[in-house]
Every structure is written in C-alpha cells, then in structure tokens.
C-alpha cells in the first residue's frame, strides 16, 4: 500500500510530527550494511529458525507475544528481501513512517524493537521462558 499510495511524493499526516514518506532500503536499520543485502537476508532466515526452533517450547505469554513481534518483523522485512527489486535476497526493504530526526522506518521494523524491549523487560524481570520452575511450585496437600 505505501507504494501505491506514496509513489506520487509524500503525505503529511500530523504536521512535521508524522510523515508517511516512501523510501526503498537496502541496508538494515539507519541504512547501515547497505552492500550487505544478501548477509541480512541470511542472517533473519537464521534468526527466524532459531525462533522456531526455541519458539515450540515457550509456555509464557509475554515470551510468546516477543517471539511473534520478532518473527512478524522479520518475515516483513524479508519478503521485501526475497521479492523486490534488485532481486532475491537482495531486495530493498519498503519504509514509509517518517518522524522528526529519526530514520524512516516501516511497520515490521517497529514490530522488531518492541520485541527487542519486550524480550529486555522479561529478561530484566527474570520472567521464564519455558514458563514457571517446576521446583517453585506449592506441592498439593
């Protein structure tokens, strides 16, 4: 959709707060490793295994709810790899979501950083991954 609706200059939505402003990525965020297109490509294919892999076994909500950030974001920005133009798994990445002073980014890269918040929260707050220790629990009387 932002291609469609952006491809003709770009809207502002709430002064100079929100802008929605088309721009093709080929880099990862802040356009950084921008000659390394196909080396991100692999390295979210990677990271998205690792999820599955350790995802199977998650039986917290709040862990749950990060993988999934993570693995939606990914696979945004992957798609954009695998099927856009120079050509698979070097694709520029479509971002739209301007705001002031900040790199324009796109839905699935907001999708990545409240996962990385969210998987730093839990950590910090020592939340379970496979769910609550079994030797914690009350024994029934």
């Known amino acids: 959709m932002a291609i469609e609706f952006l491809s003709d200059g770009s809207i502002d939505v709430i002064g100079d707060l929100l802008r929605f402003n088309l721009v093709f990525n080929p880099g990862a965020a802040f356009s950084l490793a921008s000659n390394a297109t196909i080396f991100l490509s692999i390295f979210a294919i990677s990271m ?8 199977r076994r998650v039986k917290s909500t709040p862990w749950a709810i990060a993988l999934g950030l993570a693995l939606g974001g990914i696979f945004g920005n992957l798609a954009d790899r695998i099927f856009r133009e120079p050509g698979m798994l070097r694709g520029e990445v479509v971002d739209w979501i301007q705001l002031p002073n900040w790199p324009i980014f796109n839905i699935a890269d907001s999708a990545v950083v409240c996962a990385a918040v969210l998987v730093t929260i839990l950590s910090i707050k020592n939340i379970e991954f ?12």
Request: aromatic share 20%; glycine share 10%.
């Open 48 to 55: 998205a295994v690792v999820i599955f892999y350790y995802g």
């Open 130 to 141: 496979y769910g609550p220790n079994k030797n914690d629990e009350k024994p029934n009387d």
